[in-house]
């Protein structure tokens, strides 16, 4: 059997409305680590005032405006075309152009809570981050290769102990019923 596509053109328009896309503006955290620490309560945020940062250390922002927005539309761009190939529908969608136009974008700058800490395991830096709103962490964690392996061949050990069991169970059942099979040809 041969898979049989049949490709039908369209055309038309997609609206889709994007509110508060956020845009990490500083270089000292990877951007996947901020990222990974979604989502915000944005419906509650407050006013800046000085006194939330009492005692924490803070940094205003690395990243410039339009380097942000390019980012963004590069976020936004993925959203877009996943909208197109929904409306189109079907198993499979080719989509040879597209035409994305930005209206009435705008910014704000916003500080989020973030908790950040690092530390050292057999001479390599690892990080992690809190969202200090939520209590997610997310961050970068030590394997050790030791306990990987042991795993693996525990995880063989037992697989073979299963199949040994399940082979030796067969086994005896067919010598059950070729005992039972002796036995009726005797009567």
């Known amino acids: 059997m041969v898979a049989r596509v049949e490709w039908t053109p369209v055309r038309g328009v997609v609206e889709r409305d994007f509110d508060d896309v956020l845009i990490g503006a500083t270089r000292t955290i990877p951007r996947k680590l901020i990222d990974s620490l979604e989502p915000w ?12 940062l009492s005692g924490f250390e803070s940094e205003v922002y690395q990243v410039a405006l339009d380097d942000g927005f390019e980012y963004a539309k590069d976020y936004m761009s993925y959203a877009i075309r996943e909208a197109v190939r929904r409306k189109i529908g079907g198993d499979k969608q080719q989509i040879t152009d597209l035409k994305i136009y930005h209206d009435k974008s705008s910014f704000k700058y916003i500080l989020l809570p973030i908790w950040t800490a690092h530390f050292r395991h057999n001479k390599k830096d690892f990080r992690f981050a809190i969202n ?10 030590p394997y050790s290769k030791t306990k990987i392996f042991l795993a693996i061949v525990l995880g063989i050990a037992v697989l073979g102990t299963f199949f040994l069991a399940a082979e030796m169970d067969n086994g005896m059942i067919s010598q ?11 009567f």
């Open 41 to 52: 309560d944005l419906h509650n945020l407050e006013n800046f005032d000085d006194k939330y």
């Open 132 to 141: 200090a709103r939520s209590g997610q962490i997310r961050g970068e964690r």
């Open 176 to 186: 059950q019923f070729d005992h039972i099979y002796i036995r009726l040809d005797r």
